[in-house]
């Protein structure tokens, strides 16, 4: 399985301003995933990160709230723009697996709470 | 919208118990389906999955799944809990061939001694 590293592991945040997580993943990955788990809620999916295209998002969620960046096979940022305290989550950057097709692994998740 | 469903929201048994888990899905066509398990402090890692073939999906520790199609279920059994098995349990699904997983809200399991 692929070991999946994320920055910050915690962070509070002032409202109104953005956070930028860090994703880095021990080889290299074609579909990196973020998804959001809200207190007392499951895991939602934000976005599909594809080295070289934009980032797909799915309902709900918009470019200008959460910029994705995806330089390389092995790294990707999500950044939450114009904090609320609605944005308190965990952020979790997830890869499939490039042997195990429809297998994903996930970090060990970014915990943002907003005052 | 395709839909997971986990009816407990938080189980507590003492070891040695017998446990099920309920999950179910509202999707009709084909899936593939996951549990996955998140420890105290711990990310989440994935415990068995279901593609296809033989229903009954045997993973780490113990822990398997049966899928039963006419249910549009994916229970998570185990014959013997232990303590270590506090965590909470996160069952998932795709579509086909899509990697978009769509999770069910999760049942957290405390393990008394």
């Known amino acids: 399985s692929a070991v999946i590293s994320q920055k910050p592991s915690r962070d509070i945040c002032q409202r109104g301003t953005s956070l930028t997580i860090q994703c880095q993943v021990d080889?290299?990955?074609?579909?990196m995933f973020w998804y959001r788990q809200q207190p007392g809620q499951s895991l939602t999916l934000i976005a599909t990160?594809?080295?070289?295209?934009?980032?797909?998002?799915e309902s709900g969620f918009v470019i200008d709230k959460f910029p994705i960046s995806r330089p390389n096979l092995t790294f990707s940022t999500l950044t939450v723009s114009n904090l609320s305290p609605e944005d308190s989550s965990i952020y979790l950057c997830?890869?499939?697996?490039?042997?195990?097709?429809?297998?994903?692994?996930f970090g060990e998740g970014s915990w943002l709470t907003v005052v | 919208a395709q839909s997971v469903s986990q009816h407990n929201h938080h189980v507590i048994l003492s070891e040695a118990a017998s446990l099920e888990l309920g999950c179910n899905y509202s999707?009709?066509?084909?899936?593939?389906l996951f549990w996955y398990v998140q420890y105290p402090g711990q990310h989440l890692q994935l415990l068995l999955k279901?593609?296809?073939?033989?229903?009954l999906v045997k993973g780490i520790k113990g822990f398997e799944a049966e899928f039963i199609k006419s249910k549009f279920s994916f229970n998570l059994r185990k014959p013997s809990v232990q303590w270590s098995d506090t965590a909470e349990y996160f069952c998932?699904?795709?579509?086909?061939?899509?990697?978009?997983?769509?999770f069910g809200k999760g049942t957290k399991l405390t393990v008394n001694p």
């Open positions: 997830s890869v499939e697996s490039e042997t195990a097709r429809n297998t994903i692994y």
């Open positions: 080889s290299q990955v074609t579909m």
């Open positions: 990160a594809n080295q070289g295209s934009e980032a797909t998002y």
């Open positions: 999707y009709g066509g084909t899936v593939n």
């Open positions: 279901y593609f296809s073939g033989d229903p």
């Open positions: 998932a699904v795709t579509q086909g061939g899509s990697e978009k997983l769509v």
